[in-house]
């Protein structure tokens, strides 16, 4: 089945201790949609400026990927730049540009409107809000958001969280929404909210699925080099998403959470090996599968 | 089968953002020793002073843990005390007095030398050698260190490393002895000087087993409250090194040493939930086992 795919599209300039690159794709949909189209059709809706490079949209293309609800406006696309610390553990932005972005507002093509899987991007909680109103028959809903509208629009926040099959977001998030240094009763709290998974990040250290009966956990893979980290959440969650879009199972299953909470580990894992979208750019489902298999191999006892 | 500790048997001061102690019975040996006696048969080597309560050689007796290697020297035990943060993830150190740990000089009993799991706890590395030297017929012998030791006498620990079946460090000391920042890379290089295994412990993510021929990982359990970590590493290594030895199974077999990991989180976990070794003191064999199912349960996909 198909996932909509809602957020933002970027250029990024992006500095590591492997190296520098000054404007790449990226931003949320890009690195969503793409780990997602290994497993499901993906259709976009996001807006880019004039300067959009039509190379990008045909990379987008070529990966399964519906860019009828990809608007262009007058002005410049989105741009982000930050940097590295020498460990990859902390990064600095540099320039937020929100440029087209600022004026975002989701449009969705009529046909989209019955896709059964949405992903709610890092977007104003009204907006998310807005675009799952606007759907049909949706068979899971599932979204990210970060510390900015926790702090500022926590209501709206949380009415919104509240028609959300999946939450997705990192562990100081999860602390900052939920009031909680550790991380069970932080979740026991997101879980009061509405949401009947949620999914929390921690990086290198993988991620854990919460539910009301019960949790997993999946370690985060061990790679030889983080090459740049920019996207990897995002690829998680694309991973994520669209293991349960293309599988028939029953997406509130939790043994069907599980593997695509493994998917979403080996596309977030994927992500870091090069910059920016390069090696989603280039991945393959036979690598896919492999590495899921390694999840296996390194966890079993 | 039995195992042989080698180590420090403390007084510890321990103040967490849940109370305070101003003297509880705690050191390495005792964490490794309380652990593992939940398995097999412990013999424990180290020294305590003339104010050594004779309720706490009597909690270690009553735990399976044959104290006649356990040396009583003019003067004071080890003293060490120590204040958590909030979070419970940085420590300060506010009184070390070694007091008669440092003359300590490890005397085997006869009866001990053919103890055929050693396991050497962190003291100074020709310390740890030459015990090894002293013992016949060794199935498996491993061994822990710290940063001080890693610093100060690096070509000394490393002579000391190559006769250990398996090392136990934590993801710092790993990074420090091995001059790598990637944990696969440091482990590569440990590797190559000896053990043919190597346990990263990452506190609250964990723990990592590697060997040449592949990896194992282990999340860390998820508690709702951390109560106090003093001695979750040598809990660990105890409940690691005790699995080893309560079983028949090969100890140089993969399968055999991930369920181990298995067991030393398990141990590390309950270590936690109470100061000192009030939790080890009182917990039953069904109470591990149970645990190990619950790892099993949350890891599985």
Redesign the interface.
């Known amino acids: 089945m198909s996932l909509l795919v809602v957020g933002s599209v970027a250029y990024d300039g992006i500095e590591t201790p492997y190296g520098k690159v000054e404007r790449v794709l990226g931003g949320s949909a890009t690195y969503v949609a793409l780990a997602a189209s290994f497993f499901c059709p993906v259709r976009m809706v996001a807006v880019v400026g004039e300067d959009f490079d039509p190379a990008d949209a045909g990379l987008l293309g070529s990966h399964n990927i519906d860019l009828s609800g990809l608007e262009r406006a007058p002005g410049k696309t989105f741009y982000w730049a930050g940097v590295y610390s020498?460990?990859l553990n902390d990064r600095t932005t540099l320039t937020t540009d929100l440029n087209v972005f600022a004026g975002f507002n989701p449009k969705l093509p009529e046909a989209f409107r019955s896709t059964p899987y949405l992903f709610l991007g890092n977007i104003q909680p009204a907006l998310q809000a807005q675009v799952r109103r606007q759907m049909t028959g949706v068979r899971l809903a599932g979204g990210d958001t970060m510390n900015y509208w926790i702090r500022e629009n926590r209501d709206e926040l949380t009415e919104t969280l509240r028609d959300w099959n999946v939450l997705l977001i990192n562990d100081s998030e999860a602390r900052m929404l939920s009031g909680e240094?550790?991380?069970?009763?932080a979740a026991e709290k997101i879980l009061a909210l509405g949401p009947q998974s949620l999914i929390i990040k921690?990086g290198e250290?993988?991620a854990?699925l919460f539910r009301r009966d019960?949790?997993?956990?999946?370690?985060g893979f061990?790679?030889?080099?983080?090459f740049d980290p920019t996207g990897a959440g995002d690829s998680f969650a694309g991973g994520f998403m669209g293991a349960l879009a293309g599988s028939a199972a029953d997406p509130n299953d939790h043994?069907v959470l599980?593997?695509a909470?493994?998917y979403g580990s080996v596309l977030g894992s994927f992500c870091c090996e090069q910059f920016g979208v390069g090696r989603l750019a280039g991945l393959t489902r036979a690598e896919i599968d492999s590495r899921y298999r390694e999840f296996?191999?390194?966890?079993?006892?």
Chains 1, 2 share one sequence.
Not at 214 to 219: Q, S, T, V
């Open positions: 020498g460990d240094t550790h991380l069970r009763r921690r250290y993988g854990v019960g949790h997993f956990i999946a370690p061990l790679l030889e080099t983080v043994a599980r593997r909470v493994i296996r191999a390194f966890t079993e006892f």
